[in-house]
């Protein structure tokens, strides 16, 4: 017969209670009387399993040694037929075989010694039926949330073709969303992760950040040896730094907050409280929810919301504020123009002390160029020049294009005299200030050098 498990609805549990003995039964019986329970008796385990064939049982509480059936063996048929039943065995004497039959066949939840303390059996009776019920739970909310999933790919396959990579992305989350809660299903920090990926959906692909800054942080946490509890902070306010953006209009989300109008420029200074405030209400998220609300406080105290200055911005927001940056302004949420990895991190060196963490500025770039294959700004013998400091000989670190994304010089271009004219003109004429990425020929060829050296 197959077991039938209760509804999540509210209900009285039924407890069974199997003994030879009635005056047991009997004091049993009174302990229980007037506790939020069903209470049915045997008086041995042939009558026990017809009461459990006849209707559902969520626990069952036997004698250990009882004629025909001991309570071991009893216990053991109900974990192998009804597994969902919660199981204590109830034993006056010391018999170490019997319990171990008991935990090893019945996988019993806990064993009370008879005689009972009546404050003791009633807690562990308590405490067994919330966790039973607790575990119910649980495993109504995985199906519920796999039905849910389930008509969202539905959903998906009808929306119109212009959509097919936006519902492909969907569909992925989705799938992601079914591993987490299969693998940690109480876990915040993947929660927290999924959800970020949902709320980027709001995004074009070109504008989403989530991802990116989460490894970031996930790099330099490891790369620093910082302890479980602040990664994981870290971690989760990465996740949704932004979800206070998501009652924003889409113009706003993709716009430049440095282009944005007075009225919306307030509403962008509010998004950091705006995030917190939907946080602080997860008692585990509080400290990550606190991280999130100063990460846009800047070193020299202009920022927001509260002008935090130095090292009074916590250790994580000032990192936090490093990576979103460094994302940010690579996808054109900050300035107009989208920089290259490079071209961000010239633009956090240039603001040390200002806007950065002076003292975590030089380690961030480190971090980034562990992290990210693009960058080369952390190579001792590339140089950052203007157009005006380019001179002929030297080579391009990294490919150079313009403020419009046209690519003007591939890297590893050797430059000569009418190369560094035309740049300085075209950038005169296009009104623009670009960054050179190069590498000096005496530098180039020490580097070989010392590589063959190091090779022999």
Known sequence: MEEQLPTPLTYKPTVLLVDDEESILNSLRRLLRGQPYNVLLATSGAQALEILAQQPIDLVMSDARMPNMDGATLLAYVHLHYPHTTRIMLTGYADPSAIIKAI??????????????????????????????????????????????????????????????RTAELQQTADMLDLAYEELKHSYVTGTEVFSLLANLRLPPAKQTNRQIIELVRVYCKRHGLDEGSSRDLTMAAALYNIGKLSWTDSMMTAPADLLHHNDRERYRGYPKQSESLLMTLDPMKDAARLILHHQERWDGNGFPDRLKGEAIPFGSRLLKLAVDFIELQRGLILERQMNSDEALVYIRSYAGRLYDPEMVEDFIQVCAAYLSDVSLADPLVKVLTTREVAAGMILA????????????????????????????????????????????????DAILEAGEVSR
């Open 398 to 445: 990294r490919n150079l294009n313009a403020d419009n994304g046209m690519l003007l010089l591939n890297a590893g271009k050797v430059l000569n005299g009418a190369l560094v004219e035309k740049l300085i003109a075209f950038e005169a004429m296009e009104g623009a200030k670009y960054s050179i990425f190069v590498k000096e020929p005496e530098a180039l060829s």
């Open 104 to 165: 090893n066949e019945g996988q019993i939840h806990r064993y009370i010694s008879k005689p009972w303390h009546d404050e003791e059996l009633l807690l562990t009776l308590r405490q067994s039926l919330a966790y039973q019920h607790s575990e119910r739970e649980r495993v109504r909310l995985v199906q519920e949330t796999r039905d849910q999933n389930e008509q969202l790919k539905q959903l998906n396959a009808t929306l119109e073709k212009h959509v097919a990579s």
